[in-house]
């Protein structure tokens, strides 16, 4: 027997909104969940429930407002170099631990002193936390470059490898990192990093400034 057309659209609509509400991303939530919402509304008119149709074109309408607000807000992005004995760097890598770990397995969390530490601030919020040491002939190997849960939209990494001006007064020409997992080599491809070679079974990445 085949499925009618509406059910389908009411099991994608379905899915759509429980995929929307585990996202991390508040950008990435709001366009899966409008679409979503979509569906639910040509669902309701097809099955002629009307109350299910105007919930959801109310829904459409609020998610294209806040899409609006985010690509037309004007964020602000700063550098907040940090010493390794801080104690909120410190706070911070605790909390963060278990998803730290997550994405970088074999990151590790006793810090030494000769590291280039900083946060980057997102309309003053610490929403990234980068950690690199420059070793020989301007070679910056980056050990950790995290960004916190509903700031995974890639704007911080972006800001982070646009600044090529502030590494190069540092004497860096080149950033390498050892990629700690399928989804963070393809966040280091998105941010314009090379695949160059492999160490025990983990690539490295290289980025040219």
Do not use: C, W
């Not at 964020?75 to 909120?88: D, N």
């Amino acid at each position: 027997m085949n499925t009618p057309i509406f059910e389908i659209i009411g099991y994608i609509a379905s899915l759509l909104v429980a995929v929307s509400l585990m996202m991390s991303s508040i950008l990435r939530l709001r366009i899966i969940n409008l679409v979503g919402a979509m569906f639910f509304t040509i669902y309701g008119l097809l099955i002629q429930a009307y109350p299910i149709a105007i919930v959801n074109v109310f829904i459409v309408f609020i998610d294209i407002y806040y899409l609006v607000e985010i690509f037309n807000t004007k964020e602000y992005f700063k550098f907040l170099e940090m010493p390794v004995t801080g104690t909120y760097l410190k706070f911070f890598l605790n909390f963060h631990r278990e998803d730290i770990l997550k994405h970088l397995p074999g990151f590790n969390f006793e810090l030494r002193d000769g590291l280039l530490i900083f946060f980057v601030l997102r309309n003053l919020v610490p929403a990234g936390l980068f950690i690199g040491e420059l070793q020989p002939e301007g070679v910056l190997k980056i050990q950790l470059d995290f960004v916190i849960p509903g700031y995974r939209d890639l704007k911080v990494g972006r800001y982070l490898y646009q600044q090529k001006e502030f590494f190069q007064s540092l004497g860096v020409k080149k950033m390498v990192s050892q990629a700690g997992s399928p989804k963070h080599a393809k966040y280091l491809t998105r941010m314009g990093f090379h695949s160059q070679s492999t160490q025990e079974n983990s690539p490295i990445y290289e980025l040219s400034l």
